[in-house]
């Protein structure tokens, strides 16, 4: 199996400007998480999904940030308009139900001039 | 509600010295305990993992770590440490949060691991 596949892995954008991450979970995994990594704030869960349904949206930050699961294998993270302070890591990770492991992408590192 | 304290933001260990890297946590119910590497613009990558059972788990690269519930303990340990071994290490756990909740994790804030010749 590939991983999960984050896209892009590097995003530079200006200030209002909308940002869109894409994630492909793991074949068959039912479970999706987004997280954010900063300095400041480490790892935060933002958002997870459970058979394409968001289950616990409450990491989201701000209502600029939203996130959808359409299919079973894709997934985005939306932040409209976007700024400086949401420079950071996203992270997705997938995981199968009954299982205890979350297998992560590579990452996203985003950054907001 | 969990929580997780890694003491050390930063370790600093000679090639071929023990590593200790010190995990801490809160759970209101039995947890899952895990450990994870990051490697430099990399995704995190589970080293182990305690659920029950042993409490002395072993997992990649000669590391491994002991669920010591009485301290609320799961500190990672590797007896010799190598150059490669250099990287950001993660505590987590794992508990359920209401009733037919899934299991999430909750990270600490995470040590890193530097490892002179």
């Known amino acids: 199996d590939a991983g999960v596949i984050q896209s892009p892995r590097h995003e530079v954008t200006e200030m209002g400007q909308e940002v869109t991450l894409r994630c492909k979970p793991i074949?068959?995994?039912?479970?999706l998480f987004w997280y954010r990594q900063t300095m400041m704030r480490g790892l935060e869960l933002l958002i997870y999904f459970n058979n394409n349904v968001p289950i616990d949206d409450s990491g989201m930050p701000e209502d600029r940030f939203s996130a959808k699961m359409p299919n079973a294998s894709f997934s985005t993270l939306k932040i409209q308009p976007s700024e400086p302070r949401d420079s950071a890591v996203y992270f997705c990770a997938s995981r199968l139900t009954g299982e205890d492991t979350q297998y992560f992408g590579p990452g996203t590192r985003l950054t907001v001039l | 509600a969990q929580s997780v304290t890694q003491l050390g933001s930063h370790v600093s260990v000679s090639e071929g010295a023990l590593v200790l890297l010190r995990c801490n946590y809160s759970?209101?119910?039995?947890?899952?305990l895990f450990w994870y590497v990051q490697y430099p613009n990399q995704g995190l990558q589970l080293l182990l993992k305690y659920t029950t059972g042993a409490t002395l788990v072993k997992g990649i690269n000669g590391f491994e770590a002991e669920f010591k519930k009485s301290e609320t303990s799961f500190h990672l340990t590797k007896p010799s440490a190598h150059m490669s071994d250099a990287a950001e290490y993660f505590c987590?756990?794992?508990?359920?949060?209401?009733?037919?909740?899934?299991?999430?994790?909750?990270f600490g804030s995470g040590t890193q691991l530097t490892v002179l010749p």
């Open positions: 987590a756990v794992s508990d359920i949060l209401g009733a037919g909740s899934a299991r999430q994790l909750t």
């Open positions: 759970s209101s119910v039995p947890p899952y």
């Open positions: 074949s068959g995994h039912d479970y």
